[in-house]
């Protein structure tokens, strides 16, 4: 537990009976639905997404290893001035990750510069040798970025990590507003909350946006998933389904001539989209793994041809990289000329010697994270660890520093949380999603709340116990208008998705 008490986004602090000003009407809400009726609803979701199929895999567990993200009947709200401001600094990092991809896989000025160590950006085990020189159709890398945000006031922000590969938890964004559209339809009433349904219609103009060839509009696209045993899968069947494209593996695509093409009964159509949820290493088996049974030979010659999108581009993986992480606010400068919007939560590279000593003797007050690792596995949160957990992180440490970042560890905010004793403040990030096309780039006005459902938990990943609320935007006033307009239109046609 943190000394600091954190910053609850409905009540203010922790301790305080009644809502924050602009969100008076929820906490009205909360004082008159009592706890028996909030579960009800709950209840009522989850036993929806149970029969949806809304699920993920545990790897490594050898039983109950297909299950729901718990869901929670409290929404996360941004007031329109806060969303405001999330989404210029939002749009001013993912201009700036793409700037760096297409830097360090062309010219790699930022190298010849001194901005970042050469040997930490060619020397990852996340950059591919294999892709430089090659420029993706339209120059854009990062089609599809989740932010992961944490806030620890009224006014702060802070970026926690970069998603550029392929972030997930888009579904859960819109399976969760679709209960809250049903099962609370007077909290639309009360708050104009911006709609997130258009998510596929968005991400499919951006696949578009981004065809070879000029091919526009009449583009293919496809989704390449690599099957139903992937922790995704709902995800991807769902999104694919929401499109109205084909979802694929390996086995339905062929390359021929340096084109792709999808094998159908009516014959092949090539193929000018690829939105790839296969890492980079199963990618191709001619260009990275050869054991890969989930790629597509040739793939990547079709894409150094400029015949074939993929999103997100190959070698994405650098920008994920939780020591690059570190350089970001370096990075913004250095392509937008501008200072970061959205700042850094401060970190130390354990590969640098004494930032490795201030770690080591404070490993009970940090977080330790692998610069490649994600869902919350190869980490320490040193206040809440066992002593062998920390000794054994200490060894760790010492043996192969440069694998390792630590940061401090932030009261992270809080929301109001349906816990077995009633509402409980619980700690939330926040994942949006940002699309980049040829077109420019658009934050959808929403995303995915994680909440840590134990007690004074700062681990919020899904892997680890957590669980979802949907995140409400509210949209600026504007005169003359009512307070549902543009918010329950949403649940039109938003049951496309359903289990595949």
Request: proline share 6%; net charge negative; aromatic share 8%.
């Amino acid at each position: 537990m943190e000394k600091t008490p954190a910053f609850d986004e409905i009540m203010g602090q922790i301790g305080s009976t009644t809502a924050r000003d602009e969100l008076a009407a929820l906490g009205r809400w909360l004082d008159e639905t009592p706890d028996a009726e909030l579960r009800r609803r709950q209840e009522a979701a989850e036993t929806t997404f149970r029969q949806l199929g809304i699920t993920f895999a545990v790897y490594g567990e050898s039983e109950a290893s297909e299950r729901i993200i718990p869901f929670d009947i409290v929404p996360r709200v941004f007031l329109a001035d806060e969303w405001a401001r999330l989404s210029e600094g939002l749009v001013q990092r993912v201009d700036a990750i793409n700037a760096f991809l297409e830097d360090v896989y062309g010219e790699r000025r930022i190298l010849k510069d001194g901005i970042l160590p050469e040997d930490l950006v060619l020397g990852n085990a996340q950059f591919r040798p294999e892709i430089a020189g090659i420029r993706p159709p339209h120059g854009i890398w990062a089609h599809i970025c989740g932010i992961d945000l944490v806030r620890t006031g009224p006014d702060e922000f802070y970026v926690l990590e970069d998603n550029a590969r392929t972030p997930s938890g888009v579904s859960y964004m819109l399976e969760n507003r679709e209960a809250m559209l049903r099962l609370c339809p007077e909290l639309f009433r009360e708050f104009r909350v911006a709609a997130v349904d258009s998510y596929p219609d968005r991400l499919l103009e951006t696949m578009k946006s981004v065809a070879p060839h000029g091919s526009g509009s009449g583009a293919t696209c496809v989704v390449l998933t690599p099957g139903h045993y992937n922790s995704a899968y709902y995800e991807h069947s769902f999104l694919a389904d929401s499109m109205g494209v084909e979802l694929v593996e390996a086995a339905d695509l062929v390359v021929d001539e340096d084109f792709v093409w999808m094998r159908t009964i009516g014959g092949r159509v090539k193929v000018d989209v690829i939105y790839r949820r296969i890492d980079d290493d199963f990618l191709d088996p001619l260009v990275f793994r050869p054991d890969s049974a989930l790629g597509v030979p040739g793939l990547i010659a079709a894409y150094a041809a400029g015949n074939v999108a993929i999103l997100n581009a190959p070698g994405n993986g650098i920008a994920d990289d939780k020591a690059i992480y570190s350089y970001m606010p370096e990075i913004v400068r250095y392509y937008s000329g501008g200072e970061p919007k959205l700042p850094n939560v401060e970190t130390w590279r354990c590969r640098e010697p004494q930032a490795l000593k201030y770690v080591l003797d404070n490993l009970e007050r940090v977080v330790v994270k692998l610069v490649d690792g994600s869902g919350g596995y190869g980490m320490l949160v040193g206040p809440t660890a066992s002593k062998q957990e920390i000794e054994d992180f200490r060894a760790a440490l010492i043996a192969e520093p440069h694998r390792y970042i630590a940061q401090p560890t932030l009261a992270l905010s809080t929301v109001p949380t349906l816990a077995d004793s009633g509402l409980s403040p619980r700690h939330v990030d926040f994942r949006p999603f940002v699309l980049s096309g040829s077109k420019g780039v658009q934050v959808v006005p929403g995303g995915l709340t994680r909440v840590a459902l134990r007690e004074g938990s700062l681990v919020v990943n899904s892997s680890q116990g957590g669980g979802t609320k949907d995140s409400f935007v509210l949209m600026p006033d504007l005169p003359g208008q009512t307070q549902t307009m543009g918010t329950m239109s949403q649940s039109q046609g938003m049951r496309t998705g359903g289990a595949a």
